[in-house]
């Protein structure tokens, strides 16, 4: 177990991955004025939990390893798919999710009676802006925490 805890990369990705949910219960706490404990578990919105553990593993390797390492670039390559798929394949779900829910409630009324629908996850991906803060966030966090 001390393994686990003394795995610095580990701790740095995972200290900013609770911090940006976190920080999400927080944003939605003053721009709503309501406590939306579900947000502290859900994909998407802002900050990017996402972003801010790859970019926190990504400089805590850069660091201890060197910026022209193996394992800097693993991390960054792997950290850039993360990024980009944030905001490409599972946005794009997330807009699809939108617009078929809409779709549900404007047929609704053609619903066999006793039929309730579900209504599809919408908040999957996320925005540039809300990738690159979290990005920020976890270069921040690790730099911050000196882990």
């Known amino acids: 177990m001390g393994d686990l805890v003394g795995n610095v990369p580990l701790m740095a990705a995972l200290v900013a991955t609770v911090v940006a949910q976190v ?3 927080v944003i939605v706490l003053l721009t709503e004025r309501r406590w939306a404990l579900s947000r502290l578990l859900e994909t998407g919105g802002m900050p990017s939990s996402h972003s801010a553990a790859v970019a926190a593993l990504a400089v805590t390797l850069g660091l201890a390893y060197g910026w022209g390492s193996p394992e800097f670039a693993i991390a960054a390559v792997f950290g850039s798919i993360v990024m980009y798929d944030a905001t490409g394949i599972r946005r794009a779900a997330g807009l699809q999710a939108e617009l078929i829910n809409e779709l549900v409630n404007e047929l609704a ?4 009676e006793g039929f309730k629908p579900q209504a ?7 925005t540039y802006p809300q990738v690159a803060v979290g990005a920020l966030l976890g270069v921040a966090v690790r730099l911050a925490f000196g882990l």
């Open 23 to 25: 920080l999400k219960l």
């Open 109 to 112: 009324h053609l619903f066999d």
């Open 120 to 126: 599809l996850r919408t908040l999957l991906g996320h």
